[in-house]
């Protein structure tokens, strides 16, 4: 039975190839839109932020500084993000095997970084957003 599948999708495969061979590129339903130079499109994404620290010793910042104490940076955390790009697709057939392709888009993501401070008293949490 399982050669039977395997025949069977492998007969299909072939097909496929056959038949793309027999096209002229253009499509049939819309010759008239393939044939044109220059096709224009847009793209719309989601995206997800994520990016490195890299530690430094810890120590006392000076401007830190409230209420007589210092504060020391206990650890720092990326926090993942998430945001969205827009883009524009524009298409040109400069020959009939050649086209140039171009895609220029902007990218909005939110990133945030989590410090958890040392303080003699407690442990304190800031965040730092950037859009």
């Given at each position: 039975?399982?050669?039977?599948?395997?025949?069977?999708?492998?007969?299909s495969?072939?097909?496929?190839?056959?038949?793309?061979?027999?096209?002229?590129?253009?499509?049939?339903?819309?010759?008239?839109?393939?044939?044109q130079?220059?096709?224009?499109?847009?793209s719309?994404?989601?995206t997800?932020?994520?990016?490195?620290?890299?530690?430094?010793?810890?120590?006392?910042?000076?401007?830190?500084?409230?209420?007589?104490?210092?504060?020391?940076?206990?650890?720092i955390?990326?926090?993942n993000?998430?945001?969205?790009?827009?883009?524009?697709?524009?298409?040109?057939?400069l020959?009939?095997?050649?086209?140039?392709?171009?895609?220029?888009?902007?990218?909005?993501?939110f990133?945030k970084?989590?410090?958890?401070?040392?303080?003699?008293?407690?442990?304190?949490?800031?965040?730092?957003?950037?859009?």
């Amino acid at each position: 039975m399982r050669a039977i599948y395997a025949l069977v999708i492998l007969l299909s495969i072939g097909v496929q190839h056959i038949t793309a061979q027999q096209s002229d590129g253009y499509g049939i339903n819309l010759p008239k839109f393939y044939r044109q130079k220059l096709h224009f499109g847009f793209s719309i994404s989601g995206t997800q932020t994520d990016f490195v620290l890299v530690p430094k010793s810890n120590s006392t910042f000076k401007d830190t500084i409230i209420n007589a104490q210092t504060y020391q940076i206990n650890t720092i955390l990326p926090v993942n993000g998430t945001g969205f790009a827009l883009g524009f697709v524009g298409d040109a057939r400069l020959a009939e095997y050649l086209r140039l392709r171009f895609c220029p888009g902007v990218s909005y993501a939110f990133r945030k970084i989590e410090y958890r401070l040392n303080t003699r008293i407690l442990i304190r949490l800031k965040f730092l957003k950037n859009l």
